[in-house]
């Protein structure tokens, strides 16, 4: 078999369904909501960037555009089919950019989670410009209230992954 390509057997499908339910379960328990989408969660993306950091990029692509999926699935915010794909399947999707940085988690983290907020960002632009405040560019209120949260989420995620990567207690994954 190619190394280049990915089996996935009976148990990675299970491993990736059961990461996928961690994450969905940890992002019900939000710590702020904003009022048009985006939270912060109680490190709902780990498990997500976890996987991709242990699994590659294959998995961690596919798991993470799943999580997005299931995140459409629970009480989704649409106002158009295209901010659809770049608020769920395609932002939560780019959080599987850790898997290319399994040597460096910590870039990993950093760019999986950068990469969503562009996905964020470009549809705030696009879509929810409307909310803006009076006078204010849509870029720049995209770039606040997309940043905002997603800044505090990939703060919440390196200090998360840092203490089980510290504690050796999940060494034989990762």
Known sequence: MNQNTTNFSTKLIAEIVMFVALAT?????????????G???LASMVPILW?????????GLFSATLYGVVQLAFGPYIVHPAQVLLDYPIAFG??????????????????????????????????????????MDPSVYSAVYNGGYM?????????????LRESKLLKIYL
């Open 25 to 37: 379960i940890l992002s019900m328990f939000k710590i702020f909501d904003m009022p048009y989408g």
């Open 39 to 41: 939270s912060v969660t």
């Open 51 to 59: 996987l991709a950091l242990r699994r590659g990029p294959a998995v």
């Open 94 to 135: 780019m959080l599987g950019i850790a898997g290319f940085f399994q040597e460096h988690p910590f870039i990993g983290i950093t760019l999986g989670t950068l990469g969503r907020f562009v996905a964020h960002f470009i549809s705030g632009i696009l879509f929810w410009y409307m909310y803006a405040p009076e006078g």
């Open 151 to 163: 800044l505090v989420e990939l703060v919440i995620s390196l200090y998360v992954i840092y203490l």
